[in-house]
């Protein structure tokens, strides 16, 4: 990748803007992770929040840096990166976030984020500089997570209503409410593994530009890592509670038993698509399991208006924030 050179005050300001989109990310999908938890009262809202930062950053013990070699090589061709493509991506993701947190819409963080950078390269450089294979398979994923974890909450929500076929009401809530502990915590730890590394990569893809990173390395600075993860985990500590009611009510009433295996069903499709390389939101992932568990009960269950409108959200993440991209991209090329 060629490097150009830049001033390092340039460098600073938009590896602080990055880590700024990563705290958002974490107030902003705090809620996927804790809904479940809260709106079933197994553990109050500052409980939770505390609960899934935890989790959020011990993800960095456990994660290969597979989402963040995608993002950081594996959407724009090389050499097309500069500063004022990572600023575009992160005006247009960070500006997205804001708009849907603002109005409480569940919006993927990390779809904003790759909208921003296909539309600061499209403003650059055109659909020729774009890496196909690596936006096909994440526009992929905006449908196949959803689906995925509908199936697996559902599943899970049939496999856990015949195993306690025999048992009363009353101990199953009670096992359950324990259970979704872990259940919950798995899924803070997808979304750390995850979310996190999608920052990682587009830090990692400005120093690559700049000549601060070489291309031999087969991992970012350190301190980048560490970074990322301890401001996810900071911003889901402070919470989203506009998105929590959204996710843990409006969509369907939740019992300890259907938020463990809404998280459980959610969790693995997020350890699925981080081995993979994948990024993915866990915004849709976790919405799709939970409308797969209020199915299993009755499809009445279900407020598929509430549904349809995060589905909306979903349909224009990628466009809205790749149009805010490519004017912020036009405006850097006047400020730096």
């Known amino acids: 990748m060629a490097t ?46 505390i609960f899934a930062a935890f989790f959020n950053f011990i993800a960095i013990f456990i994660f290969h840096l597979s989402v963040a070699a995608t993002v950081g ?3 724009a061709a090389p050499g097309v990166v500069d500063v004022y493509v990572v600023f575009g991506a992160l005006c247009g993701a960070i500006t997205w976030n804001v708009v849907t947190w603002y109005y409480g819409i569940p919006s993927s963080s990390s779809h904003a984020l790759i909208g921003g950078i ?20 994440t526009v992929a994923f905006i449908f196949v997570s959803p689906l995925l974890g509908f199936v697996l909450g559902s599943l899970m929500m049939v496999l856990v209503a015949w195993v306690c076929r025999r048992t009363a009401p009353a101990r199953v809530d009670r096992w359950f409410r324990r259970l979704q502990l872990v259940s919950a915590g798995a899924y803070s730890l997808g979304h750390g593994g995850n979310d996190a590394q999608k920052t990682i990569g587009i830090i990692w893809m400005l120093l690559l530009a700049t000549g601060y990173a070489s291309t031999a390395d087969t991992m970012p600075p350190t301190w980048t890592i560490v970074s990322c993860y301890a401001a996810i985990g900071i911003g889901t500590m402070l919470g989203g509670w506009r998105i929590v009611k959204t996710m843990g009510q409006r969509i369907t009433k939740l ?3 259907g938020g463990f295996c809404a998280e459980t069903g959610g969790a693995l499709t997020l350890f699925i698509a981080t081995g993979l390389g994948i990024p993915v939101s866990t915004t849709h992932t976790i919405t799709g399991a939970i409308v797969g568990v209020g199915s299993v009960q009755r499809a009445s269950a279900v407020r598929w208006g509430v549904a349809g409108n995060i589905v909306w ?5 990628i466009p809205a924030s790749a149009t805010v991209a490519a004017l912020a991209y036009g405006m850097s090329r006047m400020l730096f």
């Open 313 to 317: 959200a979903w349909v224009l993440t």
């Open 73 to 75: 090589k594996g959407i």
């Open 118 to 137: 296909v539309g600061a390269v499209l403003a650059k450089a055109g659909t020729g500089a774009l890496v196909t294979s690596g936006i096909v398979r």
């Open 255 to 257: 019992k300890p038993v």
């Open 4 to 49: 150009m050179q830049v001033a390092l005050w340039v460098i600073i300001f938009l590896v602080a803007l990055a880590l700024v989109f990563d705290f958002m990310n974490g107030f902003h999908d705090a809620a996927n992770s804790i809904a479940t938890v809260v709106s079933t009262g197994v553990l109050r809202p500052g409980q939770a929040v």
